[in-house]
């Protein structure tokens, strides 16, 4: 029946089981204990009685390792998307979610893999199949499986929406503005002093910070023309591996300057190693020397250091103070402000966006820090409630989709920790010895 239906399908794209593996979350080996039965010889896992073969497992970590990954990475990564795959297809069986031959045909023959002139070419799919000594019954087998999955989350994703209420709170938040009082306590490193003994104490705590490697390379030239030329490489090499190159006494041992050669050196991974040139060999060595900067050559970077340190831990002082007294002496009082707004008027450092979506959100009056900003650390109130003079249609749009899709991730993950929770596994301890599930 697939074979019939396959000639006139169009293109989509390829599943992503035959690059890795069907679904790939990050998930811990945190699961239900118990099992409904032990796995087999030959089996790693069991999923609420389902078998995981070895064969799936040495396969999966097969394709893990040639995209890079190291062996024990490799080996757990590849239990986990296995023990997913099969506790989502038990779940789809559960439910009695079917999948017809229609439609695995209809997925096979959109591969582009498969197709010729844009149509679905069966002697490719033949040789492809040949190619990586799959049957067709294994291979539709695992797309079937595939697209039972991939119903399974859109069953599941089906159920969350997004009311008017949630769009326009998040609309707020996200558009809205307000008026607030904040001050920033700055740093100030003018007037703070620094003493010697202080200076002195962070040295000696810290020498490591003003250690020094320097690499010197010394090499010795040997002419071709000298008499025993090789057996006197041989020698200055054995002394170059020794750390004794300098011990060399037939011919000088200098300190290479000259840029072309030294830069050849470098881009060498050899240490000792030799180069041979028209008319001589160079045996060099490349020698690290490593020392303590003296204090005196320090000094006014380590005050300049603690001169910093000091004023940030003032600033930072005077606004814990002022957030637990609950008030602010002679705030800076601003016009109403989004988010945005609100960062480039006051320098607040906020990589992800948490710090400022929290100042928003923040009810009326909250004293709220201190936070980093880009002169010193603020403390902040909002003073007014959130106003929106009104919501704009293709932003409202915006926000429902992403908040739909969020919903929709949210829906399917806390499906997943369901299952898991649930989930009755035991793992094979001839595979994984440390298993404590």
Do not use: C
């Not at 080996?75 to 099969?86: G, I, P």
């Not at 229609?102 to 591969?111: G, H, L």
């Amino acid at each position: 029946m697939l074979a019939n239906i396959r000639k006139n399908m169009k293109l989509f794209s390829i599943p992503l089981w035959i690059v890795t593996a069907s679904f790939i979350l990050t998930i811990f080996l945190v699961w239900g204990k118990g099992s409904v039965s032990g796995p087999g010889v030959n089996d790693v896992a069991t999923v609420n009685g389902k078998p995981i073969s070895a064969t799936d497992f040495y396969k999966t970590v097969d394709r893990l390792t040639s995209s890079g990954m190291n062996k024990k990475q490799a080996e757990s990564e590849a239990l986990r998307r296995l023990l997913l795959r099969t506790l989502l297809l038990d779940a789809a069986e559960k439910e009695g979610l079917k999948v017809s031959d229609w439609a695995v045909a209809q997925r096979i023959a959109s591969f582009t893999v498969f197709q010729e002139n844009g149509t679905f070419s069966e002697k490719l799919y033949k040789k492809w199949l040949k190619q990586n000594h799959l049957t067709p019954e294994l291979f539709e087998n695992e797309i079937r499986k595939d697209l039972l999955i991939e119903k399974l989350q859109t069953v599941v994703e089906r159920t969350p929406y997004v009311t008017e209420k949630e769009l326009k709170l998040f609309y707020k938040t996200a558009f809205g503005k307000r008026k607030y009082e904040y001050k920033i306590f700055k740093i100030d490193e003018k007037k703070i002093k620094v003493n010697e003994k202080e200076i002195e104490e962070f040295y000696n705590k810290n020498k490591d910070m003003f250690k020094e490697t320097n690499t010197v390379v010394k090499g010795v030239e040997i002419p071709k023309s000298e008499k025993n030329a090789k057996e006197l490489v041989k020698e200055a090499y054995r002394l170059a591996k020794e750390g004794k190159l300098s011990s060399f006494k037939k011919l000088p041992v200098k300190e290479i300057e000259d840029k072309k050669l030294l830069s050849e050196i470098e881009n060498s991974t050899q240490n000792p190693g030799y180069i041979e040139k028209d008319k001589f060999y160079i045996v060099y060595s490349k020698e690290s020397t490593s020392r303590t900067v003296p204090l005196k050559e320090v000094k006014e970077n380590i005050i300049e250091m603690l001169k910093g340190e000091k004023a940030k831990e003032i600033a930072l002082k005077k606004a814990e103070n002022a957030a637990k007294a609950g008030k602010l002496d002679n705030p800076v009082k601003t016009d109403y402000l989004s988010g945005n707004e609100l960062i480039q008027q006051t320098g607040l450092m906020d990589l992800n966006g948490e710090i400022t979506t929290k100042i928003v959100k923040a009810k009326t009056g909250t004293l709220m820090g201190p936070f980093k900003t880009l002169t010193g650390y603020m403390v902040i109130k909002p003073v007014t409630d959130i106003k929106v003079d009104k919501y704009e249609k293709d932003k409202m749009e915006t926000l429902k989709t992403f908040l739909l899709t969020e919903k929709k991730k949210a829906a399917f993950q806390a499906y997943v920790q369901f299952l898991q929770n649930k989930a009755k596994i035991q793992i094979n301890p001839k595979f994984f010895p440390e298993s404590k599930l």
